[in-house]
């Protein structure tokens, strides 16, 4: 999994950065493939936002999140992205497990 970390008017610091890297390797149980998170930090006062988007299998899935202070809209992101993904991964199991039409049921 690559994540990559900007910011929007405020600076990444590397505590910042790593922590969204704590937070986000969690992600990488859902999933054997390699994918990609661009995350983007920033402000709308008096709160901190926290967006995501996930590039996975030639899907975009995207998440925001705010609240008070930095850590816990990522704390919220991070609980997002996850929901998310577990979506997704159900959705595809559920295409698989469906019959193709005019298919038989045996």
Known sequence: MRI??????????????????????RLERHFDQPFEVRTQLGTRK???????????AGRTLHADAGAQTMYAAIDVLADKLD?????????RADVQRTPARGELIG
């Open 83 to 91: 929901r998310l993904l577990v979506k997704h991964k159900e959705k």
């Open 46 to 56: 008096p709160d901190y936002l926290a967006e995501a988007t996930i590039n996975v």
């Open 4 to 25: 990559e970390t900007y910011g929007h008017e405020i600076e990444v610091t590397p505590a910042l950065r790593e922590y969204v890297e704590t937070k986000l390797k």
